[in-house]
């Protein structure tokens, strides 16, 4: 009968294996979630002469004081390029920029957008990174959610939720402090 003789492994077999374990460990700590809690404050300015969302339709102007006037302001559109700072005061650093659109999403009562956005980061630790958000903006409640939908940087493949609440306003001009929430890898 035939006998087999089984060696043991070699110590560079042994440091290999050793080696693939570790990196392993390494890649799989790098496919870990990270949250990132950020606050900034938008100013959407709609009037005068520093306006930062601009209304693209409908054309002609607005009638809001009939009976109904968040109906009245149905399918109004603006397109937005907001400053995103620091504090509610705008000299504050400039964190970003939100951009993108938001349309009056309401016949009813209830004055609502809904909002595609991009936040845009061009300082801080967020530099060169953005986040975007598509959502209804319930914009007369104390605290509105919004999903994040994915990003760009280090936010890629982002995931999260944005809580808004309104700072203060002047007409319709607003600021807006956002509590952010992003999952990313």
């Known amino acids: 009968m035939a ?14 294996i050793m080696l693939a374990i570790l990196m392993s460990l390494n890649t799989l700590e790098a496919l870990k979630p990270k ?29 809001i004081s009939g009976t109904n006037p968040v109906a009245a ?6 397109v937005i390029d907001d400053p995103l700072t620091e504090t509610p005061d705008p000299k504050s650093t400039l964190l970003g920029r939100a951009q993108g659109i938001y349309a009056m999403s309401s016949l009813g009562d ?15 630790p967020y530099k060169n990174s953005s986040i975007s958000v598509i959502g209804r903006n319930t914009v007369m409640r104390d605290v509105r959610e919004l999903p994040i939908v994915g990003g760009t940087g280090i ?8 809580l808004a609440y309104t700072h203060s306003t002047l007409g319709f001009d607003a600021v807006v402090r956002y509590n952010v929430t992003v999952l990313h890898y």
């Not at 949250?35 to 009638?63: C, K, R, W």
């Open 3 to 16: 006998k087999f003789f089984i060696s043991p492994p070699s110590p560079c077999l042994a440091l290999a």
């Open 35 to 63: 949250i990132s809690n950020i606050q900034f404050y938008m100013h959407d300015i709609v009037g005068g002469p520093n306006a930062t969302a601009m209304l693209v339709a409908p054309s002609e102007p607005l009638n």
């Open 73 to 78: 302001m149905f399918g109004s559109t603006y």
């Open 110 to 124: 209830e004055f609502s957008l809904h909002m595609t956005l991009t936040y845009s980061f061009v300082s801080g």
């Open 155 to 162: 936010f890629r493949l982002a995931r999260g939720y944005c």
